[in-house]
């Protein structure tokens, strides 16, 4: 056929990676579901709100009006100003020239390793880690390198993990606070403590994935690492959008607060791969960088009941020990102790992945193993879902566990 027929052309930086075992699970729950199954998906992370209404009338008066054309590579005045008062409201200064808007967050971290890695460059990212983040910078030619942070310790990398990871080849440490998929966040101590291993190393930068800022819970605070290490700000480029704080995972909005000089160089990239982000949305952005907050305290304390359920649910069941996040919409538990035991079928669960597999088949439920995340023994839940759902999930979670022996 013809797309077999090229694979040969297909560059090795691409073929060498895996595909994402989220792709895979989401693809064999939608084979089931197509068969007529009953399943019950956990396995996306994108908020289950719809956009607010007055981000929506935005995009419509942005259409109306003309707002249809290329804008500056790097963002419209208005959404930098609305970028700045931001960060202003946090007591951080910005100026228009440190900030790109890309076309989501994601855009932002590859136009940044794409910007600053040179073949074999090292990026220190703790496990467990956004998928995205290895194969972006396998892409840009760099190598990621592995910490392990544990479920005990919130998933938080001690300074003595971080320093025995650093080498002359090491560019970034790449921080997700709150962390998809272990919903682990950095209070202001612990991003201090990391502040002698940076000050050892004058060649190391700090990428700082603040996706999740707005969703925390408990009386944990979140702060920026551009507020608790401002020592850093030369060599810091925050990575943020409305992705995930306004349900706008579909209008692609990311941006990135960094050095003049970086933020030039990342523009660069970004202006010969896909020019600025859409008109449409950065108008969009603005209104919801400008708008009220309401709606998103509501929806924060709706995905705070949801965590809560789903943490108790998981941790009444023998053999998964869930830590309680501080943050994001995702929980992480442990489910080492049900490695080596045996399905009603007589299959022998090696990894987190048969158990995944198991959990896919018997109960009827897709979650993600920890295995996508470099953490093996763990499995991934998204909460992003329906009460109702999730209460069903965890039932099935339950019986399903229970039966093995
Ligand atoms: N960063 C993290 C940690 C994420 O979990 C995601 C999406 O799942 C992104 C970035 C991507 O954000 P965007 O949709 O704005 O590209």
New binding site residues.
């Given amino acids: 056929t013809i797309s077999n027929g090229y694979a040969g052309q297909i560059a090795s930086r691409v073929r060498a990676l895996d595909v994402s075992l989220i792709v895979k699970i989401s693809e064999m729950a939608a084979a089931r579901k197509r068969a007529g199954e009953d399943i019950i998906s956990l396995g996306t ?2 908020p289950d709100f719809d956009t607010p209404d007055f981000v929506k009338h935005a995009a419509q008066a942005a259409i109306d009006s003309g707002e249809t054309k290329y804008t500056a590579n790097t963002g419209t005045p208005a959404l930098k100003a609305a970028i700045v008062a931001r960060y202003r409201r946090q007591g951080i200064a910005v100026e228009p020239n440190q900030i790109i808007a890309s ?7 590859f136009n940044a390793m794409m910007a600053t890695l040179e073949p074999g460059d090292e990026v220190i990212v703790p496990t467990p880690y ?1 998928t ?1 983040y290895v194969d972006i910078i396998a892409i840009c030619g760099g190598v990621p390198v592995e910490v392990r942070t544990r479920g005990e310790d919130g998933f938080v990398m001690n300074p003595e993990a971080m320093e025995a990871a650093v080498t002359s080849r090491t560019r970034w440490l790449l921080l ?1 606070s709150p ?2 998929p272990s919903g682990g966040a950095y209070n202001r101590e612990q991003l201090r403590a990391l502040l002698p291993v940076f000050e050892r190393h004058p060649h190391l930068g700090l990428t700082s ?1 603040e ?2 800022e707005h969703l925390v819970y408990d009386d944990f605070s979140f702060i920026s690492v551009l507020k608790a290490l401002p020592e850093l700000a030369e060599r810091t480029l925050v ?1 943020n ?4 704080s306004h349900a706008m ?1 579909g209008w ?3 941006f990135g607060v960094g050095p003049v000089s970086l933020i030039a160089a990342m523009s660069t990239v970004q202006g010969q791969a896909t020019s600025a982000p859409s008109s449409i949305s950065q108008a969009a952005a603005v209104a919801a960088l400008d708008g009220p907050t309401e709606i998103l305290e509501s929806r924060r304390q709706n995905f705070w009941r949801r965590r809560d359920i789903v943490v108790a649910g998981l941790n009444a069941i023998s053999g998964l020990d869930c830590p309680t996040p501080r943050g ?1 919409f995702y929980v992480f538990p442990d489910c080492t102790a049900l490695l080596g035991r045996r399905t009603p079928e007589g299959t022998v669960l090696e990894t987190d992945t048969d158990l995944c597999d198991y959990y896919l088949s018997e109960a009827g439920v897709a979650v993600v193993p920890g295995t996508a995340f470099g953490a093996p023994g763990h499995f991934r839940i998204s909460y992003a879902y329906a009460q109702t759902a999730l209460e069903a999930a965890l039932d099935r979670i339950a019986a399903a566990t229970a039966a093995l022996t």
Avoid: F
């Fill in positions: 992370g994108e076309t989501g967050a994601k855009q932002v971290l956004w995205s997700n962390s998809n994935d996706i999740y990575v959008g409305v992705s995930k995972t692609r909005l990311g994001a």
